[in-house]
Protein backbone atom coordinates (compact mmCIF):
# COMPACT_ATOMS: atom_id res chain seq x y z
CA UNK A 1 0.00 0.00 0.00
CA UNK A 2 1.00 3.74 -0.17
CA UNK A 3 0.53 6.51 2.56
CA UNK A 4 -1.02 9.47 0.71
CA UNK A 5 -1.52 13.01 2.38
CA UNK A 6 -3.32 15.49 0.96
CA UNK A 7 -3.43 19.03 1.97
CA UNK A 8 -5.39 20.69 2.57
CA UNK A 9 -8.53 18.56 3.66
CA UNK A 10 -11.02 20.95 3.32
CA UNK A 11 -11.36 24.60 2.21
CA UNK A 12 -13.93 27.37 1.15
CA UNK A 13 -12.53 29.92 -1.25
CA UNK A 14 -14.33 32.99 -3.12
CA UNK A 15 -14.74 32.82 -6.62
CA UNK A 16 -12.02 34.08 -9.28
CA UNK A 17 -9.28 33.23 -6.81
CA UNK A 18 -7.28 29.80 -6.87
CA UNK A 19 -6.09 27.10 -4.97
CA UNK A 20 -3.46 24.36 -5.00
CA UNK A 21 -3.82 20.90 -3.56
CA UNK A 22 -0.39 19.14 -2.25
CA UNK A 23 -0.15 15.25 -2.55
CA UNK A 24 2.61 13.55 -0.52
CA UNK A 25 3.18 9.58 -0.94
CA UNK A 26 5.55 8.37 1.69
CA UNK A 27 7.61 6.80 -0.93
CA UNK A 28 8.52 6.85 -4.55
CA UNK A 29 6.13 5.32 -7.01
CA UNK A 30 5.54 5.37 -10.70
CA UNK A 31 1.75 6.69 -11.26
CA UNK A 32 0.27 9.48 -9.74
CA UNK A 33 -3.21 10.92 -10.65
CA UNK A 34 -5.70 13.55 -10.07
CA UNK A 35 -9.48 12.89 -9.62
CA UNK A 36 -13.02 15.01 -9.50
CA UNK A 37 -16.08 14.27 -7.52
CA UNK A 38 -18.65 16.33 -8.25
CA UNK A 39 -21.13 16.40 -5.05
CA UNK A 40 -23.55 12.87 -5.79
CA UNK A 41 -21.32 11.79 -8.73
CA UNK A 42 -18.62 9.35 -9.40
CA UNK A 43 -15.10 10.00 -9.81
CA UNK A 44 -13.52 11.33 -13.14
CA UNK A 45 -10.19 11.53 -14.14
CA UNK A 46 -9.05 14.99 -14.76
CA UNK A 47 -5.24 14.11 -15.57
CA UNK A 48 -1.60 12.51 -14.54
CA UNK A 49 1.07 14.02 -13.32
CA UNK A 50 4.23 13.14 -15.30
CA UNK A 51 7.37 13.39 -13.56
CA UNK A 52 9.45 16.18 -14.39
CA UNK A 53 6.96 16.84 -18.23
CA UNK A 54 4.22 18.35 -18.50
CA UNK A 55 0.40 16.19 -17.06
CA UNK A 56 -1.61 14.35 -19.51
CA UNK A 57 -5.01 15.86 -19.49
CA UNK A 58 -8.31 13.69 -20.22
CA UNK A 59 -10.76 15.18 -22.01
CA UNK A 60 -12.89 17.97 -21.16
CA UNK A 61 -9.96 19.19 -18.69
CA UNK A 62 -7.38 21.97 -20.08
CA UNK A 63 -4.12 22.79 -18.50
CA UNK A 64 -4.64 26.70 -18.04
CA UNK A 65 -7.74 25.38 -15.53
CA UNK A 66 -6.19 22.55 -14.11
CA UNK A 67 -2.07 23.11 -13.85
CA UNK A 68 -0.62 19.99 -12.21
CA UNK A 69 3.08 19.89 -11.27
CA UNK A 70 5.30 16.43 -10.37
CA UNK A 71 9.03 17.41 -9.58
CA UNK A 72 9.75 14.16 -8.05
CA UNK A 73 8.43 10.72 -7.57
CA UNK A 74 6.33 11.44 -4.38
CA UNK A 75 4.73 14.63 -4.57
CA UNK A 76 2.75 16.56 -7.05
CA UNK A 77 -0.01 19.51 -6.79
CA UNK A 78 -2.85 20.43 -8.60
CA UNK A 79 -4.44 23.98 -8.91
CA UNK A 80 -7.54 25.10 -9.31
CA UNK A 81 -7.30 28.43 -10.80
CA UNK A 82 -10.18 30.99 -11.32
CA UNK A 83 -12.73 29.30 -9.77
CA UNK A 84 -16.17 29.15 -9.84
CA UNK A 85 -19.11 27.67 -7.77
CA UNK A 86 -19.28 24.87 -10.65
CA UNK A 87 -15.78 23.63 -9.17
CA UNK A 88 -16.96 22.99 -5.42
CA UNK A 89 -15.89 19.09 -5.79
CA UNK A 90 -13.93 16.70 -4.07
CA UNK A 91 -10.41 16.20 -5.52
CA UNK A 92 -8.52 13.50 -4.82
CA UNK A 93 -4.78 12.31 -5.14
CA UNK A 94 -4.12 8.77 -6.29
CA UNK A 95 -0.95 6.68 -6.88
CA UNK A 96 0.51 3.28 -8.07
CA UNK A 97 3.64 2.01 -7.80
CA UNK A 98 4.04 -0.21 -10.91
CA UNK A 99 2.03 -0.31 -13.76
CA UNK A 100 0.24 -3.59 -13.35
CA UNK A 101 -0.34 -2.07 -9.26
CA UNK A 102 -3.95 -1.31 -8.15
CA UNK A 103 -4.48 2.95 -7.35
CA UNK A 104 -3.93 3.84 -3.70
CA UNK A 105 -5.87 7.23 -3.15
CA UNK A 106 -5.77 10.30 -0.50
CA UNK A 107 -8.41 11.30 1.42
CA UNK A 108 -9.03 13.76 -0.81
CA UNK A 109 -9.88 17.88 -0.53
CA UNK A 110 -13.45 19.07 -0.55
CA UNK A 111 -13.36 22.34 -1.66
CA UNK A 112 -16.39 24.72 -1.79
CA UNK A 113 -16.14 27.58 -3.88
CA UNK A 114 -18.88 30.53 -2.96
CA UNK B 1 -12.62 3.81 -24.77
CA UNK B 2 -13.28 2.25 -21.85
CA UNK B 3 -16.65 2.72 -19.45
CA UNK B 4 -18.20 1.36 -16.86
CA UNK B 5 -22.24 0.80 -15.97
CA UNK B 6 -23.60 -0.03 -12.61
CA UNK B 7 -27.22 -0.36 -12.87
CA UNK B 8 -28.11 0.25 -9.33
CA UNK B 9 -27.68 3.77 -7.98
CA UNK B 10 -29.11 2.79 -4.27
CA UNK B 11 -29.91 -0.67 -2.73
CA UNK B 12 -31.44 -1.14 0.52
CA UNK B 13 -30.53 -4.70 2.51
CA UNK B 14 -31.32 -5.76 5.79
CA UNK B 15 -28.29 -6.96 8.31
CA UNK B 16 -27.36 -10.17 7.62
CA UNK B 17 -29.09 -10.29 4.01
CA UNK B 18 -26.76 -11.49 1.03
CA UNK B 19 -26.03 -8.81 -0.86
CA UNK B 20 -25.10 -8.74 -4.58
CA UNK B 21 -23.94 -5.37 -6.66
CA UNK B 22 -23.84 -5.32 -10.20
CA UNK B 23 -20.93 -3.95 -12.65
CA UNK B 24 -20.73 -4.16 -16.12
CA UNK B 25 -17.93 -3.01 -18.19
CA UNK B 26 -16.91 -2.07 -21.77
CA UNK B 27 -13.61 -2.63 -22.92
CA UNK B 28 -11.78 -4.42 -26.41
CA UNK B 29 -9.62 -6.87 -24.13
CA UNK B 30 -9.61 -8.16 -20.64
CA UNK B 31 -9.16 -5.45 -18.76
CA UNK B 32 -8.17 -4.78 -14.87
CA UNK B 33 -11.20 -5.20 -12.96
CA UNK B 34 -11.53 -3.21 -8.77
CA UNK B 35 -14.30 -2.98 -6.69
CA UNK B 36 -13.08 0.34 -4.17
CA UNK B 37 -15.80 1.39 -1.46
CA UNK B 38 -16.17 5.24 0.04
CA UNK B 39 -17.63 5.55 3.21
CA UNK B 40 -19.28 8.73 4.26
CA UNK B 41 -16.14 11.63 4.76
CA UNK B 42 -13.50 8.88 3.76
CA UNK B 43 -11.43 7.94 1.00
CA UNK B 44 -11.86 5.40 -1.05
CA UNK B 45 -10.71 1.56 -0.32
CA UNK B 46 -9.66 -0.98 -1.98
CA UNK B 47 -11.91 -4.05 -1.71
CA UNK B 48 -11.09 -6.28 -4.37
CA UNK B 49 -9.24 -6.50 -7.93
CA UNK B 50 -9.32 -8.92 -10.94
CA UNK B 51 -6.40 -9.01 -12.93
CA UNK B 52 -6.18 -12.51 -14.46
CA UNK B 53 -7.00 -16.33 -13.60
CA UNK B 54 -9.35 -17.43 -10.83
CA UNK B 55 -12.36 -15.53 -12.26
CA UNK B 56 -13.54 -15.37 -8.74
CA UNK B 57 -12.02 -13.16 -6.19
CA UNK B 58 -11.65 -12.43 -2.52
CA UNK B 59 -11.39 -9.52 -1.47
CA UNK B 60 -11.45 -7.74 2.53
CA UNK B 61 -14.49 -7.40 4.54
CA UNK B 62 -15.95 -10.73 3.02
CA UNK B 63 -16.62 -9.78 -0.28
CA UNK B 64 -15.97 -11.41 -3.02
CA UNK B 65 -16.46 -10.28 -6.82
CA UNK B 66 -16.95 -13.13 -10.36
CA UNK B 67 -15.41 -12.14 -13.08
CA UNK B 68 -17.35 -13.49 -16.69
CA UNK B 69 -16.49 -12.49 -19.62
CA UNK B 70 -19.38 -13.49 -21.75
CA UNK B 71 -21.46 -11.05 -20.02
CA UNK B 72 -18.62 -8.23 -19.49
CA UNK B 73 -19.35 -8.40 -15.68
CA UNK B 74 -17.73 -8.02 -12.32
CA UNK B 75 -20.71 -8.62 -9.66
CA UNK B 76 -19.84 -7.71 -6.17
CA UNK B 77 -21.33 -9.72 -3.87
CA UNK B 78 -21.43 -10.72 -0.06
CA UNK B 79 -23.15 -13.66 1.87
CA UNK B 80 -24.69 -11.53 5.09
CA UNK B 81 -24.47 -7.85 5.24
CA UNK B 82 -23.16 -5.95 8.19
CA UNK B 83 -24.43 -2.37 9.00
CA UNK B 84 -21.30 -0.88 8.64
CA UNK B 85 -21.17 -1.92 5.12
CA UNK B 86 -23.50 0.98 4.34
CA UNK B 87 -21.14 3.11 2.28
CA UNK B 88 -20.42 4.12 -1.45
CA UNK B 89 -19.77 1.23 -3.82
CA UNK B 90 -17.62 1.93 -6.96
CA UNK B 91 -16.78 -0.32 -9.76
CA UNK B 92 -13.92 0.44 -11.83
CA UNK B 93 -11.62 -0.63 -14.75
CA UNK B 94 -8.14 -0.01 -16.17
CA UNK B 95 -6.37 -0.58 -19.34
CA UNK B 96 -4.00 -3.67 -19.38
CA UNK B 97 -0.51 -2.49 -18.45
CA UNK B 98 -1.45 0.70 -16.12
CA UNK B 99 -3.67 -0.98 -13.46
CA UNK B 100 -4.10 2.59 -11.64
CA UNK B 101 -5.54 5.10 -14.19
CA UNK B 102 -9.19 3.84 -13.52
CA UNK B 103 -12.48 4.76 -14.60
CA UNK B 104 -15.26 4.53 -12.31
CA UNK B 105 -18.73 3.44 -12.70
CA UNK B 106 -21.59 5.77 -11.09
CA UNK B 107 -21.43 4.19 -7.95
CA UNK B 108 -24.12 1.92 -6.21
CA UNK B 109 -25.32 3.07 -2.47
CA UNK B 110 -25.97 0.56 -0.01
CA UNK B 111 -27.99 1.33 2.99
CA UNK B 112 -28.20 -1.46 5.57
CA UNK B 113 -31.76 -1.77 7.19
CA UNK B 114 -31.57 -3.31 11.35
Known amino acids: SAVISQKPSRDICQRGTSLTIQCQVDSQVTMMFWYRQQPGQSLTLIATANQGSEATYESGFVIDKFPISRPNLTFSTLTVSNMSPEDSSIYLCSVGRGLNTEAFFGQGTRLTVV | AQSVTQPDIHITVSEGASLELRCNYS??????LFWYVQSPGQGLQLLLKYFSGDTLVQGIKGFEAEFKRSQSSFNLRKPSVHWSDAAEYFC????????????FGTGTRLQVTL
Open chain 2, 92 to 103: AVAPTGTASKLT
Open chain 2, 27 to 32: YGATPY
